[in-house]
C-alpha cells in the first residue's frame, strides 16, 4: 500500500481487474488500485492517520464483508481474507470476486457466531464494519473466541442507539473494548458519525 497525499493504493493482486469502478495506475512499473475512502472505512481511516498493521504475511477475519470493496483492497495486501457475510445477495458478489482473488474465502455466516466458522486459520487481524446495535459485543466475541493479537472495529453511532450524542455513543464503546486502545478516529469527512478502534489483545 502506497499514499500520494490524500490519494491511497494497493498493488492489484489481479491485474487489470477493477472491483468496483476503480482507477488503475502505475507506478514504478506496478498496477495499483486507487483506494476511495468514500467507498471504504479502512481507507478512511488510514488517511485520517491510523497506522494499521497490514502485511503480506498476515491472516485477515473480516467481519460484514458485504459485496467486496474493503475486502479487494485487503487481498491486495495481505496473505489470506476470511470474508464473514450474512447476506446472500452480496455474497454471491464476493464468490464471484474469490473466482480471481485465489487468497479470499468467502463465508456464509452470522458474525455473532465464531463457532460456526471455527476451522478456519488463526486470524492475526480482525476488522469488523457491521452496523447493528451489538456490533461491539460481536467483535468482542470473535476477538476473543479466536484470540486474535490485534484488530480493528468501526462503529456506526447511529446504529447502536438513534437519538444518543455520538460521543456519548463512542465513550460507552470505548469502555465496552476490554482491548487496549491503541488508537481511534472520527471518520469525518468521509463517514458521518463513524469512529474506527484500533485495538490490541493483550
Request: proline share 5%; net charge positive.
Amino acid at each position: 500500500m502506497i499514499r500520494k497525499g490524500n490519494r491511497l493504493y494497493t498493488p492489484n493482486l489481479v491485474p487489470g481487474q477493477r472491483v468496483y469502478g476503480e482507477k488503475l495506475v502505475r507506478i514504478n512499473g506496478v498496477e495499483y488500485r486507487e483506494w476511495n475512502p468514500y467507498r471504504s472505512k479502512l481507507a478512511a481511516a488510514i488517511l485520517k492517520g491510523m497506522k494499521v498493521n497490514l502485511n503480506k504475511n498476515m491472516t485477515v477475519l473480516y467481519l460484514g464483508a458485504a459485496s467486496g470493496t474493503t475486502v479487494s483492497h485487503v487481498s491486495d495486501i495481505v496473505k489470506k481474507v476470511y470474508a464473514v457475510e450474512f447476506a446472500y445477495r452480496p455474497m454471491r458478489d464476493l464468490i464471484l470476486l474469490a473466482k480471481t482473488r485465489k487468497n479470499l474465502m468467502p463465508i456464509l455466516a452470522d458474525a455473532s457466531k465464531p463457532e460456526l466458522y471455527k476451522d478456519i486459520d488463526k486470524p492475526d487481524f480482525v476488522y469488523q464494519d457491521i452496523a447493528q446495535p451489538n456490533q461491539v459485543e460481536i467483535f468482542v466475541r470473535n476477538m476473543k473466541y479466536f484470540n486474535a493479537p490485534e484488530g480493528l472495529l468501526m462503529v456506526k453511532a447511529r446504529s447502536i442507539d438513534v437519538k444518543a450524542d455520538p460521543r456519548d455513543v463512542f465513550k460507552h464503546v470505548a469502555k465496552e473494548l476490554i482491548f487496549k486502545i491503541e488508537d481511534q478516529k472520527r471518520l469525518e469527512p468521509y463517514e458521518k458519525d463513524h469512529m474506527a478502534f484500533l485495538v490490541k489483545n493483550i
